[in-house]
């Protein structure tokens, strides 16, 4: 109970340091409360980095979506974020916490709407996928997980990262053509590529680690 107990007080101490993390988790339930209060659903819809708003205002939606929700079940994975964040923030720093923030986020999006738009082409998916809303900060999330990678002791991080692929990517996995157990949908697919750059990434972060 002693060793929980000191595990608890560790992590608030190191969330308490972190105005990434803190700011972040702010600027989220700031945006969700005023969603809730002005119960105007335009506000997720207008923020969805769908199709039809990439098209009309890209900077926009890519911005805004980072900080949107689009149920409040979405906030569960709100502190798995803070303390996630703010352990990126003590060991890579501020600006590339932030700056591996806006990949994860800014890369999955895109590369989810060219395979949304090379299917609506294609005839493979209904021209409608174009409006459904995409909002969110689990890609974000994903990518700085992965990043993480290196700060893992040696000895655990193959199952660091096989944890991290049965979290993010289990429908991709299992919706395989081999498999087919389950249907994967384009967040999916954010998710893992999210990750996927998160673990690139994580080279450089091990490299640093190692000169310093």
Same mark, same amino acid.
């Given at each position: 109970?002693?060793?929980?107990?000191?595990?608890?007080?560790?992590?608030?101490?190191?969330?308490?340091?972190?105005?990434?993390?803190?700011?972040?988790?702010?600027?989220?339930?700031?945006?969700?409360?005023?969603?809730?209060?002005?119960?105007?659903?335009?506000?997720?819809?207008?923020?969805?980095?769908?199709?039809?708003?990439?098209?009309?205002?890209?900077?926009?939606?890519?911005?805004?979506?980072?900080?949107?929700?689009?149920?409040?079940?979405?906030?569960?994975?709100?502190?798995?974020?803070?303390?996630?964040?703010? !352990?990126?923030?003590?060991?890579?720093?501020?600006?590339?916490?932030?700056?591996?923030?806006?990949?994860?986020?800014?890369?999955?999006?895109?590369?989810?709407?060219?395979?949304?738009?090379?299917?609506?082409?294609?005839?493979?998916?209904?021209?409608?996928?174009?409006?459904?809303?995409?909002?969110?900060?689990?890609?974000?999330?994903?990518?700085?997980?992965?990043?993480?990678?290196?700060?893992?002791?040696?000895?655990?991080?193959?199952?660091?990262?096989?944890?991290?692929?049965?979290?993010?990517?289990?429908?991709?996995?299992?919706?395989?053509?081999? !498999?087919? !157990?389950?249907?994967?949908?384009?967040?999916?697919?954010?998710?893992?590529?999210?990750?996927?750059?998160?673990?690139?990434?994580?080279?450089?972060?091990?490299?640093?680690?190692?000169?310093?």
């Amino acid at each position: 109970m002693a060793a929980v107990t000191r595990a608890v007080r560790c992590v608030a101490a190191l969330v308490a340091r972190s105005d990434v993390a803190l700011g972040y988790a702010g600027v989220v339930l700031a945006v969700f409360a005023w969603v809730e209060i002005s119960a105007d659903p335009s506000i997720v819809a207008n923020a969805s980095t769908n199709l039809t708003n990439l098209t009309n205002h890209p900077v926009q939606v890519l911005l805004a979506s980072a900080f949107v929700v689009s149920q409040p079940a979405d906030l569960i994975a709100l502190p798995v974020l803070v303390v996630v964040y703010a !352990l990126a923030q003590r060991k890579l720093g501020r600006a590339a916490t932030l700056v591996t923030i806006a990949i994860g986020h800014v890369l999955a999006t895109l590369c989810v709407a060219v395979l949304l738009a090379t299917g609506i082409f294609h005839g493979l998916l209904q021209p409608s996928i174009a409006t459904v809303v995409d909002v969110g900060f689990s890609y974000g999330l994903a990518c700085v997980s992965g990043v993480l990678r290196p700060f893992v002791d040696r000895r655990s991080q193959a199952w660091y990262v096989a944890g991290l692929l049965a979290l993010w990517s289990w429908p991709v996995l299992l919706g395989s053509p081999m !498999l087919r !157990l389950t249907t994967t949908s384009f967040t999916d697919a954010g998710h893992t590529l999210a990750l996927l750059t998160g673990l690139g990434l994580s080279t450089l972060a091990a490299r640093d680690e190692q000169e310093q």
